[in-house]
């Protein structure tokens, strides 16, 4: 087609200056038959395409027969490509797709609107319900459900768990800054400047934690992301900061190792028993409750102290996670969590999985579901006491 | 050290690796050239097959595409006037206007030799700059950055095309088009009149595609044979690596800006290939042919473009910040081998380290290579008629914007962007400056408010950084302010300039056809009333975040208000021309008489042609909404096969066979494509 096009140029191709408003004698219009014969045909191909094509390339899927052979699992990823959780995603989801009995191939889909408010709206009214479609959770995506922003259109108590992993953070600051250790954060001349992303993102714990030891903290938000924010305190721009478990290791051992920084404590995980109990990867950071009991002497009020568990346990112990509707059939959410149970036991999994499950388990047991949604169903009380912060530490308003 | 680099190199020559590297440096060309897929698009569809892999072998695929998406995605912005990407606008400001002038073949060589040379250097300059990037990134705080981004828009409007009050405008509304969206400091709502899809801000994509791509389609589709001469180059590729050499310093030049803005994290690549070009004006002798294809123009800015890939891999891989998504998912990439990014790496992964390097290095070269040896028949696309073209390139950009979001409303938009640039065009509005004040809002906006919470009160003035930077800024104002006082001491030189200009400007029928017409001043009344509106609404916002949206408002009331007076001055003394002519007419003076009948006719001419294009305009804007309410129905394959058909027959008057199979071809590329690449086909009601 191209060739033919060409051919005709290069014959007609006359010194006009004037453009095309005297072009030289064109092809007609064709004629209203021919043209009728041509728009039918593709218009009928065109119907037949949209009508037809999509209920015969994708069949009905048969998940709940205990094989996902032929299968394809969509999974949604509200966040943008490559980020932690698009990696975390796109690692686990490869896996356990692997793993799954029929070997189901797998297609990641990144919808990266509104902060994952979109993507996660989108899949909660369109998802299919056959357990061919996955939904990942992260702290972007819940704590706007936790804050009953008037966007999310999302309620994960009527989304079923498949598997859950978390992660953990460590509160440090720099020695520049006169800090050496968590005496130091209260009482102060001038209180230390902490570089934040925005108070209703994950920032919000560590805030919660400041606001529970009554830190002296000068919060600024504005941030591109966490490491810039660990690079603003190399520079001295900013004195505290915290990195979770992943980071921890590149961004701020080596300032530790060289004096420009020193940890404080880790927020802590939640275990079984609903405890705020020291991180495993840092056994030797104290939690903020026991920051508290040294700098204040007594036990933090009982109130403020469950604000900040139920908030750590929705953002940090089950922090990212695998879900699908409500309605899908039990046998396929049973074959999903069991096989990624199996997985998570794996030594070998564990193994290659390591970095990227950021030295928590992957967390797939039977009573998940009741966990987690213990953790999710969050209390008027909690969310009370977060707006309440929000509004008068930070001047931020939910409508 | 040169132990590992040597061992790095030694196990590339394995064949398997080479043959992960050619997998990923075809992968790459094919993808850059699809406007708005770009390096995003290249590493989405290669990091799946990297599951499972040995790191080095998928690194090495990675980078193989990484290092050459920017060298093929300069083809759409040279030949189509369609930049997929920030960066590949400033090579569009000379590379498109050499197209348009028939040395299409010329304008591409040079852009890729440029490329690989880029890249090559981009290499160097990564195993250079591994030990000083700690102390570089460390010594450029929030008021350095801050002022970058200054300097970006700056440059951008300055040195663009047609005079400098436009060029501050356009660059202004871009500014104020970046800030729709959730504010980086209070995480409010602005601009977003309560919608969802508005409160994440306007994709980039969209916004090149449509400021450029859409208008370009739109001005030329009225035509429907090709009017240039292709200017035949003699000697092949011999004269066109000859005519490269002689541009060597620009293309050191331009790379190692390259490497050093794309070191900077979260600013570099867009204000680095702005900061190549704006050196490569600055210090040129002649400057009178810059965007209007001057090669030092493509040379510079496109070196510049392929060592900012190279130059983002350090804060990458040294801080785990990555300057872009395709480099956040090489890092995700990394993570899942165990490999943490960080100071650490150069010493824990110092054979990594040199694969990446070298990887860099070849792929560059074979990437450009083979884009070079494809430049004769790459260059042919140019003697397609446009009207042919269009539905095509429709197609594909829209396709190609739907892919950021996902999100139909990202697709009008693009329209209504479209129209937007069609009229910027027209009435002579550089929109380069709108692009980079698009990009650089958020960061602009993010580094001010850091700098002035972070700093006690101006004290960030002084610093060194900051003060370079301001000096750069106006130096080049106070430059020509001294030459334009010694020039006015009588000299003809500026005269001799302007006419010059307007010899060269017939060349593109569009550009600036409008310019001193009651469009262009209703283009500079409607900034004006952008602005007012837009510092009317930002009253309601908190005042840490009614800050920036203020000071751009007030800054874009100024220029679009000097704007304005300029075009009701320029008409009013055209209006007192034209009455001196009736006036004169009848008295028989007979220069005057002479005169009026010579220009009239002419007029009579122009007029119509721009009634002409505005038709154009109008109705293939029309078009492509027709298109948007067809996908919206039946999706994005039946509505292309209901468009397409319609636009060839009677549009663009192709005959029936061609038609046919025209759309016949495209609906099996589109039907193919999701299964090919990560794409995905908007989908329509009935679907």
């Known amino acids: 087609m191209t060739q033919h096009v060409e051919e005709e140029d290069v014959a007609t191709t006359a010194d006009e200056d004037a453009g095309s408003a005297q072009d030289p004698p064109e092809r007609p219009a064709p004629t209203p038959r021919l043209a009728g014969a041509v728009l039918a045909g593709f218009t009928a191909l065109a119907v037949g395409v949209s009508v037809l094509g999509g209920d015969f390339l994708n069949p009905a899927a048969s998940t709940a027969d205990g094989d996902y052979s032929g299968e394809t699992v969509e999974m949604m990823i509200p966040l943008a490509e490559g980020g932690g959780t698009d990696t975390w995603a796109r690692f686990v989801g490869a896996e356990l797709t692997e793993a799954v009995p029929g070997s189901p191939g797998l297609a990641p889909v990144n919808d990266d609107g509104g902060e994952g408010i979109l993507g996660t709206n989108h899949f909660m009214t369109s998802a299919k319900t056959d357990g061919t479609e996955v939904l990942v959770s992260t702290a972007s995506t819940v704590v706007p459900y936790l804050l009953d922003m008037p966007s999310v259109r999302y309620d994960f108590n009527k989304l079923r768990p498949i598997l859950a992993n978390g992660t953990g953070a460590v509160v440090y600051a720099r020695t520049g800054a006169g800090v050496r250790g968590v005496e130091d954060l209260v009482n102060r001349d001038k209180p230390l400047i902490f570089g934040g992303i925005a108070a209703t993102s994950l920032d919000l714990t560590t805030m919660l934690a400041f606001d529970l030891l009554s830190a002296d903290i000068d919060a600024t938000f504005g941030f591109e992301g966490r490491g810039p924010v660990n690079l603003a305190l190399q520079r001295g721009e900013v004195d505290i900061d915290y990195q979770t478990t992943s980071s921890y290791e590149p961004a701020v051992e080596p300032l530790v190792k060289d004096g420009t920084a020193v940890p404080l404590f880790s927020l802590g995980q939640v275990d079984e028993d609903g405890e705020i109990v020291r991180d495993p990867n840092f056994p030797d950071l104290p939690t903020v409750v026991e920051v508290y009991e040294k700098l204040h002497g007594e036990q933090p009020d009982a109130e403020a102290l469950e604000t900040y568990r139920a908030i750590l346990a929705l953002t940090y112990t089950y922090q990212k996670a695998l879900w699908v509707p409500e309605e899908t059939p039990d046998e396929a959410v049973e074959l999903l969590r069991s096989t990624a149970d199996e997985m998570g036991a794996d030594p070998a999994f564990q193994k290659s999985a390591a970095e990227v499950l950021g030295g928590y388990p992957l967390d797939a047991s039977p009573d998940l579901a009741e966990r987690i949604g213990e953790a999710y169903r969050v209390d008027e009380s909690v969310r009370e006491d977060v707006l309440e912060l929000l509004e008068t530490d930070y001047d931020i308003t939910i409508d | 050290m040169t132990e590992a680099a040597f061992s790095a190199l030694a196990s590339l020559a394995d064949p398997s690796l080479l043959i992960m590297l050619a997998v990923g440096v075809v ?112 010594s450029f705080g929030s008021p350095e950055l801050f002022m970058l981004t200054i300097l970006g828009v700056s440059l951008a409007a300055v040195l663009s095309r047609g005079n400098v009050v436009k060029g501050l405008t356009a660059g202004l509304l871009g500014l104020l088009l970046g800030l729709v969206g959730t504010s980086p400091t209070t995480a409010e709502e602005r601009f977003s009149f309560g919608s969802l899809f508005l409160s994440d801000g306007i994709s980039l994509v969209a916004v090149a595609l449509g400021v450029f791509g859409l208008a370009e389609i739109a001005s ?88 900012v890939e190279a130059g983002d891999l ?93 999100q139909l409303g990202d697709l009008w938009v693009m329209v209504a962007l479209g129209v937007a640039g069609f009229f910027l065009k027209a009435t002579g509005m550089p929109r380069a400056p709108f692009l980079i004040g698009f990009v650089l809002a958020i960061p602009m906006e993010r580094y001010y408010y850091l700098t002035a919470s972070l700093y006690d009160g101006a004290s960030w003035v002084a610093r060194p950084g900051v003060l370079a930077f301001a000096a750069l800024l106006v130096a080049p104002v106070l430059w020509s302010l001294v030459k334009r006082l010694r020039r006015a001491s009588g000299s003809v030189d500026d005269g001799h300039r302007d006419e010059h200009a307007s010899a060269d400007e017939d060349a593109d029928e569009l550009e600036g056809s409008l310019a001193r017409t009651p469009w262009s001043l209703g283009v500079a009344v409607a900034a004006v009333l952008l602005f007012a509106g837009a510092l009317w609404v930002s009253g309601s916002f908190s005042d840490e975040a009614q800050l920036m949206p203020r000071l751009v408002a007030l800054g874009g009331l100024a220029a679009a208000g000097v704007l304005t007076w300029q075009e009701i001055r320029a008409r009013r003394r055209g209006a007192a021309r034209g009455g001196d002519r009736a006036v004169d007419a009848p008295a028989g003076s007979s220069g005057a008489t002479m005169l009026a009948t010579r220009v009239e006719p002419r007029l009579d001419a122009r007029a119509l042609a721009r009634r002409h294009d505005l038709m154009v305009g109008a109705r293939t804007f029309a078009a492509m909404a027709v298109f948007l309410v067809l996908v919206m129905v039946g999706g994005y394959l039946a509505a292309t096969l209901v468009f397409t058909p319609l636009f060839l027959l009677y549009a663009a008057r192709t005959r029936p066979r061609t038609a046919i199979i025209y759309t016949l071809v495209l609906g099996a590329v589109l039907l193919a494509l999701p299964s090919l690449l990560p794409v995905d086909l908007p989908m329509g009601l009935l679907q």
Request: proline fraction near 6%.
């Open chain 2, 314 to 406: 350090i804060p990458t891989f040294l801080f785990g910040i990555p300057g872009g998504v395709p480099s956040a998912m090489l890092l995700g990439m990394l993570l899942t081998y165990g490999i943490q990014p960080g100071p650490a790496i150069v010493t824990d992964h110092l054979d990594l380290m040199y694969l990446i390097v070298w990887a860099f290095a070849i792929a560059s070269v074979a990437g450009a290579f083979l884009c070079f040896l494809a430049t004769g028949s790459l260059a042919k696309l140019t003697k397609v008629p446009f009207a042919v073209l269009g539905p095509g390139l429709l197609v594909v950009m829209l396709l190609g914007a739907f892919q950021e979001g996902g």
């Open chain 2, 220 to 307: 030329r589709v009225g035509q429907r044979r090709v009017t240039e001469k292709p200017v035949e180059l003699s000697g092949g590729w011999g004269s066109g690596i000859r005519e490269w050499i002689t541009h060597w310093t620009h293309v050191i030049r331009g790379a190692l800006i390259g490497i050093w803005a794309g070191v900077l994290p979260g600013v570099g690549a867009t204000a680095g290939t702005w900061l190549a070009y704006g050196q490569a004006v600055a210090t040129a002798k002649d400057k009178r042919k810059f965007g209007k294809g001057d090669p030092r123009g493509i040379v510079g800015p496109e070196s510049a473009n392929n060592s």
């Open chain 2, 27 to 138: 992968a790459g060309l094919v993808i850059g050239l699809i406007p708005g897929l770009g390096g995003t698009g290249a590493v989405a569809i290669l990091l799946p097959i990297t599951f499972g892999m040995d790191p080095e072998p998928a690194l090495a695929m990675l980078i193989g595409a990484l290092a050459v998406v920017h060298t093929s995605d300069t083809v759409a912005a040279v030949l189509l006037g369609a930049p997929g990407s920030a960066s590949a606008s400033v090579t569009m400001l000379d590379g498109y206007s050499m197209a348009r002038q028939g040395q299409a073949k010329r304008a591409l060589s040079l852009a890729f030799l440029s490329s690989m040379a880029g890249g090559l250097i981009g290499a160097v300059g990564l195993t250079l700059a591994i030990p000083l990037a700690r102390p570089l990134v460390l």
